[in-house]
Every structure is written in structure tokens, then in C-alpha cells.
């Protein structure tokens, strides 16, 4: 008899763990990536972003509670989950935005280091050091700094967002496309070849 409640208990603790352990990866479409970064990189440019973050919609209440024993059963059922088309992604998080915060305050630095030609955008999302004229002897520290600040955005995006931990490299060539576009007149930029032009 007590083999049998052994067998059981085994057969429903492997169950249980089968129904508790469920990772869910979202892919986003390029197209939602580097939406994502251009508006995060115009958050850096510009101030504070107007007003708080959009509120998560309230849930709607589910009709009339169950039973006891539907009660208990229920937390051994998979979840219903209702899913969009094309999911929205979490941008502005408090992680996000203090990222974003830490870089808005190195950015005039950034773009006057920029301007001389000792400082480049590359095809990975971070800033490189170039060889130019009068570079500050803190742009070792100032590349070091600002690629830091990156890496945790590009991690905290995939993390915050359910995103395959692969998908990190999507996510920084997005933000290396949107930053090319939006790089000033004189900026060096890394092309998706790895090849390095000013604008």
C-alpha cells in the first residue's frame, strides 16, 4: 500500500512539475525592434519623457467563483493567456529608464567627442573610440561608461520582454540601424558590412 502512495505522489509531483514550469519566448519583428529604439534613443536626446508610463489595463473580473474543490484544482491548470498579434514591448520600465537617465546625462559629452572624429557608432549598438585630433584623455572612460549603460538596456529588453536570450543581437542591431540614421553630420558609423564611413 505504501509503494502504491509512493508510486502516486511521484506520478503527481511530475505532473505538477510539468504544469509549474512553463517558459514562454516572445519574438519581436524587426520592424518592433527598432521602433523600440528609435524611441528610446529619442528619449535620450530630448528630456524627460512627457507624463508617467501608460498604466497596464485593469483585468476584467471572471464571472462567479468556483467551487472548493474547482478552487484547489485550479491552481494545477495552465493558464489562459490572451495573446495579441504583435505584442507590445516594455520600454519604459524603472531599469529602462534609468539607463536611459544615466545616458541622457553623458550625451552632450558624447556628441561634442563625436564631432571631433574620436568617437563612433558600430554596427553592434556601441560606441567605439576612433583615432582623431584633440580627443579628451577621459574617452577611454567615457566609451567604457556609455557601452555599459547599453549592454544593461539591450539585457534588460530581453529580459523584460520574454525575449530568447539569443535575440540580444537583434535587439543591438536595431539600435546600431536607428543610432546611423539619427547620427549628425561628421559622425563615424559602422555599416552592417563593418565597414566605417562618416556621415
Not at 467551487?67 to 504583435?86: C, D, G, N, S, Y
Not at 558600430?122 to 547599453?150: F, H, I, S, W, Y
Amino acid at each position: 500500500m505504501r509503494a502504491g502512495l509512493r508510486t502516486r505522489a511521484a506520478v503527481l509531483g511530475v505532473l505538477l512539475h510539468g504544469c509549474l514550469s512553463v517558459t514562454v519566448n516572445v519574438s519581436f519583428p524587426n520592424e518592433k525592434l527598432e521602433g523600440a529604439a528609435a524611441s528610446i534613443e529619442d528619449m535620450v536626446g530630448s528630456g524627460p519623457p512627457a507624463g508617467p508610463a501608460p498604466a497596464a489595463p485593469a483585468r476584467k473580473p471572471e464571472g462567479r467563483a468556483p467551487q472548493p474543490v474547482r478552487r484547489w484544482l485550479a491552481w494545477f491548470q495552465p493558464a489562459v493567456v490572451e495573446a495579441q498579434a504583435i505584442p507590445e514591448l516594455r520600454t519604459r520600465t524603472p531599469e529602462v529608464m534609468a539607463a536611459i537617465e544615466s545616458r541622457r546625462k553623458r550625451r552632450p559629452e558624447l556628441d561634442a567627442v563625436a564631432q571631433t572624429g574620436c568617437l563612433g557608432e558600430n554596427k553592434d549598438g556601441l560606441v567605439d573610440a576612433r583615432p582623431g585630433q584633440n580627443c579628451p584623455p577621459t574617452l577611454g572612460q567615457l566609451v567604457a561608461a556609455e557601452n555599459a549603460d547599453r549592454i544593461f538596456l539591450y539585457k534588460t529588453l530581453v529580459t523584460q520582454n520574454s525575449m530568447p536570450a539569443e535575440d540580444i543581437t537583434r535587439v543591438q542591431a536595431a539600435f546600431a540601424k536607428v543610432r546611423r540614421e539619427k547620427a549628425a553630420p561628421g559622425t563615424w558609423v559602422q555599416l552592417e558590412n563593418g565597414q566605417w564611413t562618416r556621415k
